[in-house]
């Protein structure tokens, strides 16, 4: 069983819609992450966090905002999206920033419509 | 910029012997991660290599060369469980660039 969990598994939203993504780590982890993976693409680091700061944006449009209200809770809020926003969003955990090993949650398979 | 490269689909037989490779061309390098990830599920960590050799655990070994920048994942006594995705990832700094994977098929 994963210690990262995430929810919802799968959402459907339209574009003018609002959702959040939420996860949460069991780990006792200090930096959490949100990734993008589209078919046939690599995995794309969208925020990193640590110890509650944000210390990574990878040039993410405004439609995604994370937060990170503890070391133990991440979310990712979705406005306005596109469709090319579908994807399979993952949520990630390691003990600190850099070297440690990450830990994914099961991900949240998003469509846009 | 930074590529890292690998197939995009292999297929093997079970029982047998497959390997998955991985080359890379990045601005630094801290060390390489395989990842495996089934078919909806979250990738989970198979092996992190640092230094250059052969590093081995059970029926799962990772190989780099960090002159060549070359590593490969090499899977033995091939199960139908071991069909997935397996993830090549570079350390850099503080964060992990993916390559897009490779799906593995095994069959009987």
């Known amino acids: 069983e994963t210690g990262v969990t995430q929810t919802p598994r799968h959402l459907v939203m339209g574009m003018t819609n609002k959702k959040s993504l939420k996860c949460e780590q069991h780990l006792g982890h200090n930096a959490m992450y949100w990734y993008k993976q589209s078919a046939k693409k690599p995995l794309e680091l969208m925020f990193v966090y640590s110890l509650e700061e944000r210390v990574e944006n990878n040039s993410v449009p405004s439609r995604f905002s994370p937060e990170c209200p503890n070391s133990s809770h991440l979310f990712l809020h979705l406005h306005t999206l596109q469709p090319e926003d579908s994807a399979l969003y993952l949520c990630?955990?390691?003990?600190?920033?850099?070297?440690?090993?990450?830990?994914f949650g099961p991900g949240t398979r998003l469509l846009v419509l | 910029g930074q590529n890292i490269d690998q197939p995009t689909e292999m297929t093997a037989t079970e029982g047998a012997i497959v390997q998955i490779n991985c080359t890379y061309q990045t601005s630094g390098f801290n060390g390489l991660f395989w990842y495996q990830q089934h078919a909806g599920e979250a990738p989970t960590f198979l092996s992190y290599?640092?230094?250059?050799g052969l590093e081995e655990k059970g029926r799962f070994s990772s190989f780099l060369s960090r002159s060549k920048g070359y590593s490969y994942l090499l899977l033995k006594e091939l199960q139908m469980k071991d069909s997935a995705s397996y993830l090549c990832a570079v350390h850099i700094t503080d964060k992990l660039i993916f390559g897009t994977g490779t799906r593995l098929q095994v069959f009987p």
């Open positions: 990630a955990s390691s003990h600190g920033v850099g070297a440690e090993t990450q830990y």
């Open positions: 290599n640092v230094l250059d």
